[in-house]
């Protein structure tokens, strides 16, 4: 099925830990970015990239990092884990905003830092 | 920069009944793109309604309806004939359609719930 792909669907960390969280689309988007959803927050941007090699910071990229080497892939790496970074995180994808505005979420990962 | 307002943390409403949330935003884009989301407790973003900024009818998309209001930068959805399932968090989201590439930009969201 077309669509994206998060995983894992939840994960406990330690503090101090670093892990990354996949993120896969076969839809051919240019666009990918990554969201995390805090309660009474909303969703908030971390990092987005508009194709393979250029990627951007959001709104809360401290303690992210993001490449894109493919179309298809943008994994999320926490380099280290604080209790902060506990949060539901999404990945979404879309094409360039002037073909289309419509994104694509995935199912999101629900990440605990104890 | 673009941002989103949703000033309505909490909303109940009956079952059977219409029900508008708000949403006002602010963007310097003349090209740009309204949604509204639907977040159940099982956590999935469902997309609801598209409404962009040089469309001439409002959106509808069967018992959802989007109020745009170009003038007064609001771009409320309307849920008419409430149901028990439509209780759920509600995000207003908007981006640019130009030539830039701006991400989507989220509110804080809404939180339904219908009463049976």
């Known amino acids: 099925n077309a669509g994206v792909t998060q995983t894992p669907k939840f994960q406990v960390l330690k503090t101090g830990q670093s892990m990354t969280l996949q993120c896969a689309q076969d839809m051919n988007h240019e666009y990918m970015s990554w969201y995390r959803q805090d309660p009474g927050m909303g969703l908030r941007l971390i990092h987005y990239s508009v194709g393979a090699g250029i990627t951007d910071q959001g709104e809360v990229p401290n303690g992210y990092n993001v490449s894109r080497s493919t179309t298809e892939d943008f994994p999320l790496r926490l380099l280290s884990a604080a209790p902060s970074q506990t949060s539901v995180y999404f990945c979404?994808?879309?094409?360039?905003?002037?073909?289309?505005?419509?994104?694509?979420f995935g199912s999101g990962t629900r990440l605990t830092v104890v | 920069a673009q941002k989103i307002t949703q000033t309505q943390p909490g909303m109940f409403v009956q079952e059977k009944e219409a029900v508008t949330l708000d949403c006002t935003y602010d963007?310097?884009?003349?090209?740009?793109?309204l949604f509204w989301y639907k977040q159940p407790s099982s956590g999935e973003m469902i997309f609801l309604i598209y409404q962009g900024s040089y469309d001439e009818q409002n959106a509808t998309e069967g018992r959802y309806s989007l109020n745009f209001q170009k003038a007064r930068k609001s771009a409320n959805l309307v849920i008419s004939a409430s149901q028990l399932g439509d209780s759920a968090m509600y995000f207003c989201?908007?981006?640019?359609?130009?030539?830039?590439?701006?991400?989507?930009?989220f509110g804080k969201g809404t939180r339904l719930s219908v009463i049976a």
């Open positions: 989201a908007m981006r640019g359609t130009g030539s830039g590439n701006t991400p989507l930009v």
């Open positions: 979404a994808s879309s094409y360039l905003p002037y073909r289309g505005a419509g994104y694509t």
């Open positions: 963007t310097s884009d003349q090209s740009y793109g």
